[in-house]
């Protein structure tokens, strides 16, 4: 049995592997030659990479790829994507090359508003609360001058502090609901530091008010945090092109297809499973943008999905119509990113992913990623009300299946090419690579 550990932190990095190989894997060995052979032998990339996380021992490595044509309101791109999931860079380069052809993709950013929040209990008279607010409320903004300051030079910093009375659902609890523009940054130590020092100038100011009784000047501050659900920052994207354009094989009429498309978006609207799924595949797109460039993938998941489920149950993030012959596709969705701060500047591939977008505004990062979103839930669809969407999905993964049977170059070369005319199913790709072998 292991026995608990102290001060692993402290460690080197090869004794952490020593450590860890000895007591948790099978072949002490073998796991210190994998965990040493994805070092880079770049010392000094190295220990960049090393002081990213804590209790760092090796790295994980993600393939990085491009999707290109990606016409964004009349702006070719090529859109850099992390991510190991077979037929998602396909699958947008498809997409985008669709599109390249019936005029692009074409995005706003309808707004920027980030959020944060103070957390307190106050169990007073909630009249004499909300005059001591009114009172205060220039003392908090004036008190965060020397973090607001840089980042008003940039065009951001405080928009509002409003006074929140939620003891309606939880006794006793009130809000500090803050609202921040951080321009390029995605801003969360920004607006971190702005919450402490909101809570803290919040509760001295409440020990010194003289309206209170003593319970009262006593707020007790619970937590200051942002919010990763960004309802107002938001941006759009949407393609369309007349009906008669959108011939795609399998469907026996750019009519159908198009209706097809509408009845599966309507299905995913009404249908909480469906939406997930759906929603999913839009993920795809938008995390493979996301961890390429050095952002928070699950802070963009979480506030996206809180917002499908914004009016109560769980819907499609996306919409689609057919008005006066013509087809629309769109989306919108909240994106709180950042092209400066953090991995941006950090990370090497980071710096070349922002690079190969032509460095990005954060409002123009927040459109590339909406659109590769879009793109990936419009190959879906595609293939679902088509062909189905394993023919697709399969052949793409088929290589993934030949490494697992281990077969050679020879052997994946003969097999590709066989699977170009049969369905390449699991069990088909072990017949055909076993048959092969024999």
């Not at 309101?73 to 498809?94: C, R």
């Not at 500047?345 to 879009?374: N, R």
Request: contains cysteine.
């Amino acid at each position: 049995m292991v026995s608990p550990i102290e001060g692993f932190s402290k460690l080197t990095k090869e004794e952490k592997i020593d450590w860890i190989s000895e007591n948790y894997t099978q072949d002490k060995d073998a796991s210190k030659v994998l965990l040493k052979r994805y070092w880079n032998d770049d010392g000094d990339l190295q220990k960049l990479h090393d002081e990213f996380i804590e209790n760092t021992i090796s790295n994980y490595y993600l393939p990085f790829g491009i999707a290109p044509n990606f016409l964004i309101n009349d702006k070719l791109y090529a859109i850099p994507m992390a991510i190991e999931e077979s037929s998602v860079v396909a699958a947008a380069s498809k997409a985008a090359k669709f599109w390249l052809e019936r005029g692009g993709f074409k995005t706003v950013v309808l707004g920027t508003e980030k959020i944060g929040q103070v957390h307190f209990m106050y169990s007073g008279d909630v009249e004499k609360l909300e005059s001591f607010f009114r009172e205060v409320k220039p003392k908090l903004i004036e008190a965060a001058t020397s973090i607001t300051k840089n980042m008003e030079k940039r065009g951001g910093g405080i928009t509002d502090i409003v006074l929140k009375n939620k003891s309606s659902k939880l006794d006793n609890y009130f809000q500090l609901h803050c609202t921040f523009e951080t321009r390029d940054a995605m801003g969360a130590n920004f607006i971190n530091s702005c919450l402490e020092q909101f809570a803290t100038t919040l509760k001295e100011e409440a020990r010194l008010h003289t309206d209170f009784s003593k319970e009262e000047k006593d707020i007790e501050i619970v937590m200051s945090i942002l919010s990763n659900y960004v309802p107002n920052c938001l941006v759009r994207a949407e393609v369309s092109c007349s009906v008669e354009d959108l011939q795609i094989a399998g469907s026996t009429s750019s009519q159908e297809f198009a209706e097809k498309m509408v009845q599966a978006v309507a299905i995913a609207k009404v249908e909480p499973h469906r939406a997930v799924t759906h929603n999913k595949g839009i993920m795809n797109g938008i995390d493979a943008v996301i961890l390429a460039t050095g952002n928070d993938f699950r802070a963009v998941e979480a506030g996206i999905h809180a917002y499908a489920a914004r009016e109560g149950s769980y819907t499609s993030l996306t919409d689609a119509r057919i008005e006066n012959g013509n087809f629309k596709f769109w989306m919108e969705i909240p994106l709180a990113l950042g092209t400066v701060g953090g991995l941006t500047s950090l990370h090497p591939l980071v710096k070349l992913a922002l690079e190969i977008l032509q460095e990005p505004s954060a409002e123009e990062l927040m459109q590339i990623v909406a659109v590769a979103g879009l793109a990936q839930n419009f190959a879906a669809l595609r293939s679902l009300v088509t062909t189905g969407i394993q023919e697709g999905h399969m052949k793409m993964h088929l290589l993934n299946i030949l490494n697992q049977l281990g077969a050679n170059e020879a052997e994946k070369k003969t097999l590709v090419e066989h699977f170009k005319k049969n369905a390449a199913t699991h069990s088909a790709v072990v017949e055909a690579f076993e048959n092969l072998r024999n």
